[in-house]
Nanobody
Framework: QVQLVESGGGLVQPGGSLRLSCAAS????????MGWYRQAPGKERELVAT???????NYADSVKGRFTISKDNAKNTVYLQMNSLKPEDTAVYYC????????????????WGKGTLVTVSS
């Protein structure tokens, strides 16, 4: 079983910055994609940013130029640096690990963290 643990959420003023971290633990041979999603009150969960094992990134249009995703493969950890935060960025941010394999021959599975709340407010 693989666990994802997020950290770094909190309350920040508009224009401020936060850095989220997500560490994957368990029996992990490889992870295809790690990323961040968010869900605001009354809205569906949406993609924020993802990064493949080959370091290809994908961002939601709403965060391009403000958020940066990065990862440490040795630590199975993904980060989300969020700058110039806006009130509309307020949401629970979820970490996702897709295509997680325990061995070279195992099938890939997807996992979610429990989420961390980011509140942008003055």
């Amino acid at each position: 079983q693989v666990q994802l643990v997020e950290s770094g959420g909190g309350l920040v003023q508009p224009g401020g910055s936060l850095r989220l971290s997500c560490a994957a633990s368990g029996i992990i041979f490889s992870i295809n994609v790690m990323g961040w999603y968010r869900q605001a009150p009354g809205k569906e969960r949406e993609l924020v940013a993802t990064m493949t094992r080959g370091d290809m990134t994908n961002y939601a249009d709403s965060v391009k130029g403000r958020f940066t995703i990065s990862k440490d493969n040795a630590k199975n950890t993904v980060y989300l640096q969020m700058n110039s935060l806006k009130p509309e960025d307020t949401a629970v941010y979820y970490c996702n690990a897709a295509g997680v394999r325990a061995t070279l021959w195992a099938n890939g599975r997807d996992y979610w963290g429990k989420g961390t709340l980011v509140t942008v407010s003055s």
